[in-house]
């Protein structure tokens, strides 16, 4: 006999809800849907673009999986992890963000979702791993050490798994893989802010371009590949 998918979750028929301000007063990254119908405002001017990079992502079911968000910010994605039917969600953040874990905590215990929040710097942390999907959105700029980064992410990664990975990228344009260091100094892409260098995952410091990241995958023993092109945001 056929089986009919499940439908999607509630969560990811409210990209068009009405926004509200801040729940708990506190800025907001993510434009989050709530249960009662509403969405938060977030930050960027494009209010349903994280549902644009949760498609883009096309993760599909995530039935049994176990997901690790890093740099969870006010947990977009792995609320949309655990309503895509994860068994277990570890959601991690640096409380140098000052919206940490207020913020994921908010949205996760309105939508009861068990998430576990973690608190630290994930290249030092112990998580519990492997894990089979690993969300790397807007982290790898504001690393010190994208090589080390990237070691860390292979070794938290089950076998057969995938890391999802979305970064700032270099305006400069250059068939070699490159970084460019990002500067308050020089006309950079973005500039570094060098004001919170002594925080964690806040500061931008190397921005890759295309070559880059598939060079920093194959070095990791990755396979590389990029969003269909009908999917970019």
């Known amino acids: 006999r056929t089986l009919t998918p499940a439908p999607p979750h509630r969560f990811f028929e409210l990209r068009d809800a009405p926004l509200v301000d801040s729940p708990n007063g506190r800025m907001w990254w993510h434009s989050l849907p709530l ?4 969405l938060v405002r977030g930050h960027n001017a ?19 999986k176990r997901v690790l968000d890093i740099g969870a910010a006010d947990g977009f994605f792995a609320l949309a992890a655990w309503f895509a039917g994860a068994a277990h969600v570890t959601a991690i953040g640096t409380t140098h963000w000052n919206t940490w874990p207020h913020n994921i905590t908010l949205a996760a215990q309105r939508w009861e979702a068990p998430l576990a929040i973690e608190t630290g710097d994930f290249r030092t942390h112990p998580l519990k791993g492997p894990f089979d999907v690993i969300l790397f959105l807007g982290v790898l700029y504001h690393g010190e050490d994208v090589f080390g980064c990237m070691r860390r992410l292979r070794d938290l990664l089950a076998p057969g798994g995938t890391i999802a990975m979305e970064t700032q990228m270099t305006a400069i344009a250059s068939d070699l893989p490159i ?17 919170s260098l002594n925080g964690v995952g806040i500061s931008n410091y190397l921005l890759p371009n295309d070559a ?11 396979r590389a590949g990029a969003i269909h092109a009908s999917r970019k945001f």
């Open 35 to 38: 249960p009662d119908g509403t």
């Open 212 to 222: 880059a990241v598939r060079n920093l995958a194959e070095s990791s023993l990755c």
């Open 46 to 64: 494009d209010k349903s673009l994280q549902f644009k990079m949760w498609d883009a992502l096309e993760l599909g079911d995530l039935a049994g």
């Open 179 to 195: 970084f460019e260091c990002a500067s308050d100094s020089y006309p950079t892409t973005v500039p570094q802010d060098r004001n």
